[in-house]
Antibody, heavy 125, light 107 residues
Framework: EVQLVQSGVEVKKPGDSLKISCEGSGYSFNSYFIVWVRQMPGKGLEWVGTIYPGDSETTHSPSFQGQVTISADKSISTAYLQWSSLKASDTAVYYC??????????????????WGQGTLVAVSS | DIQMTQSPSSLSASVGDRVTITCRASQTISNYLNWYQQRPGKAPKLLIYAASTLQTGVPSRFSGSGSGPDFTLTISSLQPEDFATYYCQQSYSSPITFGQGTRLEIK
């Protein structure tokens, strides 16, 4: 069974650093992109960035470029989303999701088929 | 960036009703359009991919159609568990973008 299990709730202060995780199981973790998605309180879904664990190739949304770092450790089937200095506006639930390609070489024919349970990050002074 | 616009933003309906949600892309995206359902406090769930293909395990009362810029998600006969928020998402090009969501509420 495919599962993505995320780390737990984080309560931080502005300026703190943070690294949250997403552990995959039940499939070949190295062979599927992982996508990070933000959901601010009461709001919709926003793409943060994407990583291919096999070679750690990473793409960030322009809105998040320079604000977060995405990484992966394929030896433990885990992807990470990291902040060096949190702001109150980073308060949100962050989801990881597996990107499933329906055509092997297509850059467009894909969807997010499995999602983690979400990690709530609360930043407040 | 491709903007995705859903309508309506919210919708009230009754069990057994047929409902349709629309999603419009700011440019043509062929059929590279996915639909997700998000229940309160839960992660999104993939319902339909490539505009009209039902994800495994999703009930057949859900259907999708459309291509180019205009798409629809239809629920043929609402069940209590269908009251949730629905998002469209384009996979045509980067950056990945989602619609703002349609909240489906019980009348």
């Amino acid at each position: 069974e495919v599962q993505l299990v995320q780390s737990g709730v984080e309560v931080k202060k502005p300026g703190d650093s943070l690294k949250i995780s997403c552990e995959g199981s039940g499939y070949s973790f190295n062979s599927y992109f992982i996508v990070w998605v933000r959901q601010m309180p009461g709001k919709g879904l926003e793409w943060v960035g994407t990583i291919y664990p096999g070679d750690s190739e990473t793409t960030h949304s322009p809105s998040f470029q320079g604000q977060v770092t995405i990484s992966a450790d394929k030896s433990i089937s885990t992807a990470y989303l990291q902040w060096s200095s949190l702001k109150a506006s980073d308060t949100a639930v962050y989801y990881c999701a597996r990107l499933l390609r329906f055509e092997k070489y297509s850059v467009s024919d894909w969807a997010l088929d499995y999602w983690g349970q979400g990690t709530l990050v609360a930043v407040s002074s | 960036d491709i903007q995705m616009t859903q309508s309506p933003s919210s919708l009230s309906a009754s069990v057994g009703d047929r409902v349709t949600i629309t999603c419009r892309a700011s440019q043509t995206i062929s059929n590279y359009l996915n639909w997700y359902q998000q229940r309160p406090g839960k992660a999104p769930k993939l319902l339909i991919y490539a505009a009209s293909t039902l994800q495994t395990g999703v009930p057949s009362r859900f259907s999708g159609s459309g291509s180019g810029p205009d798409f629809t998600l239809t629920i043929s006969s609402l069940q209590p568990e269908d009251f949730a928020t629905y998002y469209c998402q384009q996979s045509y090009s980067s950056p990945i973008t989602f619609g703002q969501g349609t909240r489906l509420e019980i009348k």
